[in-house]
């Protein structure tokens, strides 16, 4: 008996490769969920990444605003405006001091607001709002809502002792 290389043999079955039209058709759109759902979850870190902004934010706040009217400016300005830096730094968008521009692209960052920060007689409240570009394509089109989480933050008065009636010592 000969043996024949594979393409010589007469009556051999050929092994079916996979069809050009399925990979091409399919890829794109693996593609597109792909694109998809790594921007759905980049979004969820961007809410996880504005709470902890928001938190350090608002911590920062209480232990570096003033109480007394004469320091207002200060804060309103200087200070509200460090802190507003150092979380949009931190979220991703891109600045003098942090070049963020692949994350801030990615992302769709537009615009960050944290100042003015609402003062009340007990609590300060500070309100960190991020705003997305629109997303643009050909199948969908619409502008996300802007995302804000609020922080209460209360004055650094010092807290009155507080005593429950039954706990007293009485005379």
Sequence with gaps: MRILPTRLRPNTRRERGQATTEVVLLLPLFMFFLFAFSKVFAMLVLIQKMEIASYYAA???QLESHRNVAYEHFDEGQL???IEEKAACYLGF????CPNTVIQSFLSLDS???CPIQRTQVWNIVTLTVRTKPI???VLKFQTP????????????????????????SP
């Design 80 to 82: 509200c405006k460090d």
């Design 112 to 114: 960050i607001k944290l």
């Design 136 to 138: 643009n394509t050909p």
């Design 59 to 61: 911590r920062r706040w």
């Design 94 to 97: 891109s600045r003098a001091e």
């Design 146 to 169: 802007p995302l804000e989480v609020t922080k209460y933050v209360p004055n650094r008065d010092r807290p009155i002792a507080f005593v429950l009636p039954g706990l007293q010592n």
